[in-house]
């Protein structure tokens, strides 16, 4: 092969193997995208049932909380599953050129997402049954108490109950924030791993 014809040949095969791996990430797996678009309605139809608790009385506020019970658990259950899958599966990486700050802000936001998804069912459950009130799951299902019935023990979990919904609301609108800025301003892939796709639809290979 002549020296031209090398240099040719070089230059040919050289997009493809200098190709940054971080453009064509692995997308979630099917599990984590099935729990995490699944709880994120499942939240936000909390959110909504909690804002209509406060702001309703008499019979509405008694069907509020008969579905609020049994959607705190679901979510409780659901995100377990989802940290299990999430050890099992880990997410793809984040683009290679993100800041090392926004790198953070994003571990850190995920982690406190998880924390709040488990604490806040758990809370209102212990803050139930500190109050002696039961948790039911429907008419017949009734869950047992997690912590002996205790005025001031209900008092307390009561006001870290709403503290920790202003944290989730606020995590969540960052959450949303986040994802509308990969999707829309970066458009690095972030946004379309949880979507299962890549720009243009093409699939992008899930990660095993």
């Known amino acids: 092969m002549t020296e031209t014809a090398m240099k040719e040949t070089a230059v040919t095969q050289a997009p493809m193997s200098q190709t940054p791996a971080s453009e064509t990430p692995a997308i979630f797996a099917w599990p984590a995208r099935v729990l995490h678009w699944t709880m994120a309605a499942l939240i936000l139809a909390m959110l909504f049932v909690g804002v209509g608790m406060v702001a309703s009385v008499a019979e509405r506020h008694q069907w509020l909380l008969a579905l609020h019970k049994p959607l705190g658990i679901a979510i ?45 069912p758990l809370i209102g459950w212990a803050m139930l049954s500190a109050g002696g009130y039961p948790v039911m799951l429907g008419s017949d299902l009734r869950l047992p108490a997690i912590v002996p019935e205790n005025a001031f023990v209900f008092a307390w979990l009561r006001a870290a109950h709403g503290v920790l ?6 995590t969540i609108l960052a959450h949303l924030g986040a994802a509308l800025y990969h999707g829309l301003i970066r458009r690095d892939g972030v946004l379309d791993a949880m979507l299962g796709r890549v720009r243009g639809g093409a699939p992008r290979r899930e990660r095993e």
């Open 76 to 120: 409780l259950a659901l995100a377990i599953v989802r940290l299990a899958v999430r050890l099992r599966h880990p997410p793809p990486p984040l683009p290679a050129d993100l800041p090392r700050l926004q790198r953070a802000a994003a571990l850190a936001s995920h982690w406190l997402l998880y924390a709040l998804m488990i604490a806040m």
């Open 165 to 170: 919904a202003y944290l989730l609301s606020l």
